[in-house]
Every structure is written in C-alpha cells, then in structure tokens.
C-alpha cells in the first residue's frame, strides 16, 4: 500500500496493522513522520511533485492520498489547490497501482470535482464519493474511491 501525504503518520500504521507483517506499506509526505512504525512500514520525506513514481517501488493494491492544501480561508483558491494535490495523487496511483487495484483520495469538493470525479471514472471500474462521519458539517471535504483499476496494458 502506498499512502501519499503520510504525516502525521496514523493512516500508514492503520495500513500497516491491516496488511500484516507480510504486507508492505510505504508512506511519503513533506513532514517527518510522528508516529513509531512496525519494521513493514516507512514513511519517507519526498515531495509528491518531484518524486519519479519509479522511486516507490510498487507495484501497489491500496494508493491512498490524505493529501491537503495548507488552506488560506480563500475557499476557491484552496479547493483548487486540493484538486492539483488530488490530480497529482491520482497520477502517481496510475502509474504504481497494479491493475485490479484501489485509490481513495481526500478532495475538497468545488468547481473542478466534477473533473476530478470523471478522471476517476475513467481509470477505475467503480468510483464512490465518501463524506466520514467525523467530518465537520461545514467542511467541503470528500473522498473520491476508485475500486477496480482498468488494465490499460492491452
């Protein structure tokens, strides 16, 4: 499993507990990690942007993305620039994501979801749209799921 925007670290120890010691959970993110990892799971300080897909190893079942713009109380300017952390994410997944595989990537919903959504569409079987509970009533954040990767090598 490969876990994009890693820090503080939660979801790759959840991951890690959900694989087991036979899985393999790799986490990338700006900020070093907090969280003390079993030996199955790392994270590394990479930037999402820069870093060559080739680089992560993979290929991956699970690409998860809790990516998120440091916001700025611009609603628009930050639902964009949750949409190119989210785009980026989905990029990265469509190259390292075996085929049959899964993406859930966090999204502020706005102007562009609906591209984001379709980009979904195109590349996976399936695609769910999850608020968690948890989430504040006023908050515009989602999770896009792709279930199923399209194989693309025919």
């Known amino acids: 499993m490969l876990d994009l925007g890693a820090s503080p670290g939660s ?4 991951a890690a507990e959900r694989v087991g010691p036979s899985g393999r959970v790799l986490g990338i993110d700006l900020n ?3 969280a003390a990892l079993p030996p199955h799971a ?3 300080t990479l930037d999402a942007f820069t870093i060559e897909p080739e680089r992560l190893g993979g290929p991956f079942d699970v690409v998860i993305s ?3 713009p ?3 109380g611009q609603r628009h300017a ?3 620039r949750s949409y190119e952390l989210f785009m980026r994410a989905l990029g990265l997944a469509s190259v390292v994501l075996e085929p049959g595989g899964h993406f859930v990537g966090k999204i502020f919903q706005g102007k562009e979801f609906g591209d ?3 980009a979904v569409r195109e590349a996976f079987e399936r695609v769910r749209v999850i608020r968690p509970e948890a989430t504040r009533d006023e908050s515009y954040e989602v999770f896009l799921v792709g279930l199923g990767r399209r194989d693309t090598t025919d």
Do not use: F, G, V
Not at 11 to 14: D, G, I, N
């Open 78 to 80: 930050d639902q964009y």
């Open 70 to 72: 440091k916001t700025s």
């Open 42 to 44: 790392e994270i590394r």
């Open 32 to 34: 070093d990690p907090e």
């Open 11 to 14: 979801w790759t120890l959840y």
């Open 66 to 68: 809790d990516m998120a």
């Open 116 to 118: 984001a959504r379709n």
